[in-house]
C-alpha cells in the first residue's frame, strides 16, 4: 500500500502563499490519481484538486480554481498544491490522498483509500 506524508503548511496573511507537498512511498504504482482536500472545523472534508499522474490532467474546485496549481515530480515521487491569493476561508487541515481511478469531476473522498496525516494551513484577515 501507498503512505503519504504532507508537508508545507503554516500560517500566512491574506493575499500570501504555500506549497504543500505530498510525499509517495511503498506501492505508488497503485497512485493513479492524487487528490487534494482541505477539511474546516464543523465542516465536511472537501476535494479541491486532483491529478491523474499519467496523463497530468487536473481538476480544480470553483472555490480554488485559478488561484491553486496542482502539480506533480515524479523524481521526488512528490505532488505539489501551490496555494497562492490565501483568502481567511483557506483555513483548513489540508490532506493528500491516492486512488487507483477516479471519475472526472470534483475528488470524492470516499473513492480514495491511502491518506496522509494533513497539513494545517491558517489564513489570517
Known amino acids: 500500500q501507498v503512505q503519504l506524508a504532507e508537508s508545507g503548511g503554516g500560517s500566512v496573511q491574506a493575499g500570501g502563499s504555500l506549497r504543500l507537498s505530498c510525499r509517495l512511498s511503498?506501492?505508488?504504482?497503485?497512485?493513479?490519481?492524487i487528490g487534494w482536500f482541505r477539511q474546516a472545523p464543523g465542516k465536511e472534508r472537501e476535494g479541491v484538486a486532483l491529478?491523474?499522474?499519467?496523463?497530468?490532467?487536473?481538476y480544480y474546485s470553483d472555490s480554488v480554481k485559478d488561484r491553486f496549481t496542482i502539480s506533480q515530480d515524479n523524481t521526488e515521487n512528490t505532488v505539489y498544491l501551490q496555494m497562492n491569493g490565501l483568502k481567511p476561508e483557506d483555513t483548513a487541515m489540508y490532506y493528500c490522498?491516492?486512488?487507483?481511478?477516479?471519475?472526472?469531476?470534483?475528488?470524492?473522498?470516499?473513492?480514495?483509500?491511502?491518506w496522509g496525516q494533513g497539513t494545517q494551513v491558517t489564513v489570517s484577515s
Open positions: 490522498a491516492s486512488a487507483p481511478v477516479v471519475a472526472g469531476g470534483p475528488p470524492i473522498p470516499d473513492d480514495f483509500d491511502s
Open positions: 511503498g506501492d505508488t504504482y497503485s497512485s493513479n490519481c
Open positions: 491529478i491523474y499522474i499519467g496523463t497530468r490532467s487536473t
